[in-house]
Nanobody, 115 residues
Framework: QVQVEESGGGLVQPGGSLRLSCTSSETAFSLYEMGWFRQAPGKERELVAQITLHGHAMYADSVKGRFTISRDNYKKILSLQMDSLESGDTAVYYC?????????WGQGTQVTVSS
């Protein structure tokens, strides 16, 4: 069964940092652009960062300069370094192919930014 598994979320104070990781057994991980999505309560899921096979990264304006996406194609690991976190970053974070999600969604990992 195709799976992705996100980890690394937690509770952090404003201005803090977290590093998210995503692993997948899916071959698509090695063939497609990958991205991190997030969904806040009452809002639609949105793409916040994506990365090409060769490592070119693109970010939503809301996270540009604060988040850094990276990938290890051999190990099939996608990472998201999140710095200078704000309350507006509170959401469940998911990984998938980007911009279109081709892999079944995983459980996600909860990120809560609060003092």
């Amino acid at each position: 069964q195709v799976q992705v598994e996100e980890s690394g979320g937690g509770l952090v104070q404003p201005g803090g940092s977290l590093r998210l990781s995503c692993t997948s057994s899916e071959t698509a991980f090695s063939l497609y652009e990958m991205g991190w999505f997030r969904q806040a309560p009452g809002k639609e899921r949105e793409l916040v960062a994506q990365i090409t096979l060769h490592g070119h990264a693109m970010y939503a304006d809301s996270v540009k300069g604060r988040f850094t996406i990276s990938r290890d194609n051999y190990k099939k690991i996608l990472s998201l370094q999140m710095d200078s976190l704000e309350s507006g970053d509170t959401a469940v974070y998911y990984c998938n192919t980007a911009p279109g999600a081709l892999i079944p969604w995983g459980q996600g990992t909860q990120v809560t930014v609060s003092s």
